[in-house]
């Protein structure tokens, strides 16, 4: 069974610019959570999306959203970067039970100049 | 809003040790805690995920506990090898999703 994907792996933007990262979940499962990962802060969570509805939510600012389609992939949206969202943003994928283990993607590397 | 805690923040031992790591947390409210593995610049490794109602879990030469009571997990590596050198985080689903600020080990040769 092919693992979690995430697109671009890579990605250099400038401040003021928006971006959206795309993540494909493992084949079956419907849960999709996304992450930032920065030296700072560490990991931090930022949404969780359920049969196209977000069901949880971290404390980040409204530049942050997301969305997920009826075929349980998912995107998030970051506008107006800034440099401090320069970090590794991860999505996680789980089953119908949300609550079940989470299975990583590699990230999707952003660097804001 | 759950604290995540993990101690120590870095570790070194030799090849063969058995070693023990770490988690702490402040609400017991919790579905679950996972364990991962991390290796830099990459993504996360599912290691031992353990329910609410169970104790401990065990792969191989891990073995995960967790006393919600005391808001402690633990991650016991038997005889340590090179290979296992990561960063290690433990991650608790509550009402949202917390993890830990990990420990990085290094298993020296």
């Known amino acids: 069974k092919a693992g979690v994907t995430q697109t671009p792996r890579y990605l250099i933007k400038t401040r003021g610019q928006q971006v959206t990262l795309s993540c494909s979940p493992i084949s079956g499962h419907r849960s999709v959570s996304w992450y930032q990962q920065t030296p700072g802060q560490g990991l931090q969570f930022l949404f969780e999306?359920?049969?196209?509805?977000?069901?949880n939510k971290g404390n980040f600012p409204g530049r942050f959203s997301g969305r997920q389609f009826s075929n349980s992939r998912s995107e998030m949206n970051v506008s107006t970067l800034e440099l401090g969202d320069s970090a590794l943003y991860l999505c996680a994928s789980s089953t119908e039970d949300p609550y079940n283990e989470q299975f990583f993607g590699p990230g999707t590397r952003l660097t804001v100049l | 809003k759950q604290e995540v805690t993990q101690i120590p923040a870095a570790l070194s031992v030799p090849e063969g040790e058995n070693l023990v790591l770490n988690c702490s947390f402040t609400?017991?409210?919790?579905?679950?805690l996972q364990w991962f593995r991390q290796d830099p610049g990459k993504g996360l490794t599912s290691l031992l995920l353990i329910q609410s109602s169970q104790r401990e879990q065990t792969s191989g030469r891990l073995n995960a506990s967790l006393d919600k009571s005391s808001g402690r997990s633990t991650l016991y590596i038997a005889a340590s090898q090179p290979g296992d050198s990561a960063t290690y985080l433990c991650?608790?689903?509550?009402?949202?999703?917390?993890f830990g600020t990990g420990t990085s080990l290094t298993v020296i040769p």
């Open positions: 609400d017991s409210a919790i579905y679950n």
């Open positions: 991650a608790i689903t509550g009402n949202q999703f917390y």
């Open positions: 999306y359920f049969s196209e509805t977000q069901r």
